[in-house]
C-alpha cells in the first residue's frame, strides 16, 4: 500500500480511535464503537486512561485470531493482551510494528505530576504497512523521541490540555516532517472541530482532516 491508499482505507472512529483496513483490519484505541463493527486482525492500545482503553469495544471486534498488544497498564484491564514497552518492535500477520514513548513534559495533573508520566511506559506505535510507516503518536507532548521516529503518515493530537496544542503538534510535525498529518484527539468533549481546521490552517503542510464514522 502506498500513503494515498493508506488514507482511502483509514477511517477515523472519533478521539483518538481509528481502524485501517485491509489487507490486515487494525484498530487503535477502540472507543465508543458504533454498530457491528467489523472484526480486527490487531487490536493496540496506547494506555490505560478510559477513553482509550475500552476493554467492551475491545470485545466487540475481538476474534479468535485477532492479537491485542497493549501498553502494561492497559493490557492488565484488557484479557489475553500482550504487553508492549517503548522500545520493542515486533511483527503481526506481516505488520512491522514499533513501540514508541508517549508522555507529557508540560501538562501536569498536579504541580510536578503529569496526566501521562514517562514512566508509566505508555507507547504510540509506528506501522509498517507495505511501503508506508504510519505513526499513532497516543497522548504526549512533543518529546525528545521524535526525531527518531520516521514516518510517512503520522496521527497526532492537537487539542492540548491533556495532549500536544494546536501549536505543539505543529512543532512535532516539523521535526517528524510525514507526507501527510491526520490530527486527532478531539471532537469528543476534549477538543473540537476547530483544533483540526486550526493545525491545518497553521501547519501550511499537508493534512487530512478526516470525518468521524
Known amino acids: 500500500m502506498n500513503v494515498e491508499e493508506i488514507l482511502d482505507h483509514l477511517h477515523w472512529l472519533g478521539h483518538d480511535s481509528f481502524r485501517l483496513d485491509g489487507p490486515v483490519v487494525i484498530y487503535f484505541d477502540p472507543w465508543r464503537l458504533k454498530g457491528k463493527p467489523a472484526p480486527a486482525d490487531l487490536v493496540l492500545v496506547s494506555h490505560e486512561h478510559s477513553d482509550h482503553c475500552s476493554p467492551a469495544d475491545v470485545k466487540k471486534v475481538r476474534g479468535p485470531s485477532t492479537v491485542v498488544l497493549a501498553s ?3 493490557a492488565a484491564k484488557l484479557h489475553n493482551a500482550q504487553t508492549v514497552r517503548p522500545g ?8 512491522g510494528i514499533e513501540a514508541v514513548p508517549a508522555y507529557n513534559t508540560t501538562k501536569f495533573r498536579s504541580p510536578g505530576v503529569p496526566f ?15 511501503d508506508v510507516r504510519l505513526y499513532f503518536a497516543g497522548d504526549t507532548d512533543v518529546i525528545p523521541e521524535m526525531s527518531n521516529i520516521t514516518c510517512d503518515v503520522a496521527l497526532l493530537p492537537v487539542s492540548g490540555t491533556y495532549v500536544m496544542t494546536v501549536a505543539e503538534a505543529v512543532e512535532a510535525a516539523r521535526i517528524l516532517r510525514p507526507q501527510i498529518v491526520v490530527p486527532m484527539h478531539y471532537g469528543s468533549g476534549i477538543g473540537t472541530p476547530d483544533d483540526g481546521r486550526r493545525f491545518a490552517a497553521l501547519y501550511k503542510g499537508n493534512t487530512a482532516i478526516l470525518k468521524a464514522e
Request: no cysteine; charged share 10%.
Open 72 to 74: 502494561a497498564s492497559a
Open 88 to 95: 520493542e518492535r515486533l511483527s503481526v500477520a506481516g505488520v
Open 116 to 130: 501521562h508520566p514517562r514512566a508509566a511506559g505508555h507507547v504510540g506505535y509506528v506501522l509498517t504497512v507495505g
